[in-house]
């Protein structure tokens, strides 16, 4: 099982960026996924999740601001994220919740 992300980087505040977590090792289509992200010295926090059926949720603070979804065809998930503030600065992750694997990270700067 193995879960690369890519698409972070640094950006204003009010900007866009969009992560992507390109999955192999397990059927991709039949997973449940999700992405997390860490700041230093917090716990992982769960953002958004997506469902084999497509079903989604988010959690409050990113909630219409950061959208996640997947393309089973390419076995990639993604995480749009608009209006990004500072307190969005962290480590992400992609974690595919049915295998219980995760990604090495990703990190977003925003200042």
């Known amino acids: 099982v193995q879960l690369v992300e890519s698409g972070g980087g640094s950006v204003q505040p009010g900007g866009s960026l969009t992560l992507s977590c390109t999955a192999s090792g397990f059927s991709f289509g039949e997973a449940d996924m999700a992405w997390y992200r860490q700041t230093p010295g917090n716990d992982c926090e769960l953002l958004s999740y997506i469902n084999s059926d497509g079903s989604t949720h988010s959690v409050d603070s990113v909630k219409g601001r950061f959208t996640i979804s997947r393309d089973n065809a390419k076995n990639t998930l993604y995480l749009q994220m608009n209006s990004l503030k500072s307190e969005d600065t962290a480590l992400y992750y992609c974690?595919?919740?049915?295998?219980?694997?995760w990604g090495q990270g990703t990190q977003v700067t925003v200042s």
């Open positions: 974690v595919g919740l049915t295998p219980g694997a």
